[in-house]
T-cell receptor
Framework: AQSVTQLGSHVSVSEGALVLLRCNYS??????LFWYVQYPNQGLQLLLK??????LVKGINGFEAEFKKSETSFHLTKPSAHMSDAAEYFC???????????FGSGTQLTVLP | EAGVAQSPRYKIIEKRQSVAFWCNPI?????LYWYQQILGQGPKLLIQ????????DSQLPKDRFSAERLKGVDSTLKIQPAKLEDSAVYLC?????????????FGEGSRLTVL
C-alpha cells in the first residue's frame, strides 16, 4: 500500500523566513498526493493536490509543492512565513485498492515573531 | 455555505461506557467519512459511506464501533464499550464526489477522552 512519511514532527521558522515541510512517498505507480492544513480547533482543510499534471502545484495562502519523482518527494514550501501559518500540516496519498486517503503523521509549524 | 457539522465537540467518559457522535455533511455531498485521529498521528479512516451504503469499513473495529447513515444525509458513530485507547478526535468529512478523489471537507471533530 502506498504511504507517506513526513520528516520532522515540529518545525519552527521566523516570520518572513522560508517554510519547508518535507514529505516523501512510497509508491510504485504515479501517486495522487495532497497537503492538508489543520488550524487550532478547526477541521482539516485542503491546501493543494498533485494529480500527475504539472509537477509544481500552487495552493491556497501562498503555499506550493513540487512533485519530484527521482526523490519520491512532495515537499511543501512558502517563501515567507506569516504568523497565521502556524498550524499542523499533513501530507496524504490516495492508496489501496479503494483509493482511500492515507495521511502522514503531521508536522506542527510554529512561526516565531 | 455551511460546513460539516459535528457534535458534541468534547466528551469525557469512563472505560466500558458508550458514546455516540453525530455528523451532518455539507448539503448535497454524497460521500461521508469517519476518521480517527489519535494524538500525534495522522487521521485514520474508519468508515466510508456513499449515500446510505457502506463503501469501506475495513478498518472499523466492529466489535465495539458501529456507524450508520440513515437516509443518506447525517451519520452517527457509536462506540460501545469504550476502551482507553479510543481516546482520540473523531473527524467527519464529506465529499461531493462519489469516487475517492482525496478532496474532502472536514468538520472540527469530536474529542473523546476515555478515563
Amino acid at each position: 500500500a502506498q504511504s507517506v512519511t513526513q520528516l520532522g514532527s515540529h518545525v519552527s521558522v521566523s516570520e518572513g523566513a522560508l517554510v519547508l515541510l518535507r514529505c516523501n512517498y512510497s509508491s510504485s505507480v504515479p501517486p495522487y498526493l495532497f497537503w492538508y492544513v489543520q488550524y487550532p480547533n478547526q477541521g482539516l482543510q485542503l491546501l493543494l493536490k498533485y494529480t500527475s499534471a504539472a509537477t509544481l502545484v500552487k495552493g491556497i495562502n501562498g503555499f506550493e509543492a513540487e512533485f519530484k519523482k527521482s526523490e519520491t518527494s512532495f515537499h511543501l514550501t512558502k517563501p515567507s512565513a506569516h504568523m497565521s501559518d502556524a498550524a499542523e500540516y499533513f501530507c496524504a496519498v490516495l492508496s489501496g485498492s479503494a483509493r482511500q486517503l492515507t495521511f502522514g503523521s503531521g508536522t506542527q509549524l510554529t512561526v516565531l515573531p | 455555505e455551511a460546513g460539516v457539522a459535528q457534535s458534541p465537540r468534547y466528551k469525557i467518559i469512563e472505560k466500558r461506557q458508550s458514546v455516540a457522535f453525530w455528523c451532518n455533511p455539507i448539503s448535497g455531498h454524497a460521500t461521508l467519512y469517519w476518521y480517527q485521529q489519535i494524538l500525534g498521528q495522522g487521521p485514520k479512516l474508519l468508515i466510508q459511506f456513499q449515500n446510505n451504503g457502506v463503501v469501506d469499513d475495513s478498518q472499523l473495529p466492529k466489535d465495539r464501533f458501529s456507524a450508520e447513515r440513515l437516509k443518506g444525509v447525517d451519520s452517527t458513530l457509536k462506540i460501545q464499550p469504550a476502551k482507553l485507547e479510543d481516546s482520540a478526535v473523531y473527524l467527519c468529512a464529506s465529499s461531493i464526489y462519489s469516487g475517492n478523489t482525496g478532496e474532502l471537507f472536514f468538520g472540527e471533530g469530536s474529542r473523546l477522552t476515555v478515563l
